[in-house]
């Protein structure tokens, strides 16, 4: 059974920071990538940042400078660190993760930034 338990979700004033932890298990095939999306009210899911098997990365324009992602691939774990945060990234973050047979998603993990 696959299982994403994602964790590290608050509330923080604007300019402070949080760090998101998505560890995976149950997962038989190979992971190409793990990720964080994000959904606002009212508003679409939309990625915020990737990362490859390999290392590579891609962010959302939002998040470049600000968002840095990591994985360790051994523990099958994805990181988001998320720094001088504003009020409009609040938002419920999932977790993704992409491989050959499917996605996989998270339950959501909520971040409130209070201006």
């Known amino acids: 059974q696959v299982q994403l338990v994602e964790s590290g979700g608050g509330l923080v004033q604007t300019g402070g920071s949080l760090r998101l932890s998505c560890a995976a298990s149950?997962?038989?095939?190979?992971?190409?990538?793990m990720g964080w999306y994000r959904q606002g009210p009212g508003q679409q899911r939309v990625l915020v940042a990737r990362i490859t098997s390999t290392g590579s990365t891609n962010y959302a324009d939002s998040a470049k400078g600000r968002f840095t992602i990591s994985r360790d691939n051994a523990k099958n774990t994805v990181y988001l660190q998320m720094n001088s945060l504003k009020p409009e990234d609040t938002a419920v973050y999932y977790c993704?993760?992409?491989?050959?047979?499917?996605?996989?998603w998270g339950q959501g993990t909520q971040v409130t930034v209070s201006s």
């Open positions: 149950g997962i038989s095939f190979g992971i190409n990538a």
């Open positions: 993704n993760v992409n491989t050959w047979v499917s996605d996989y």
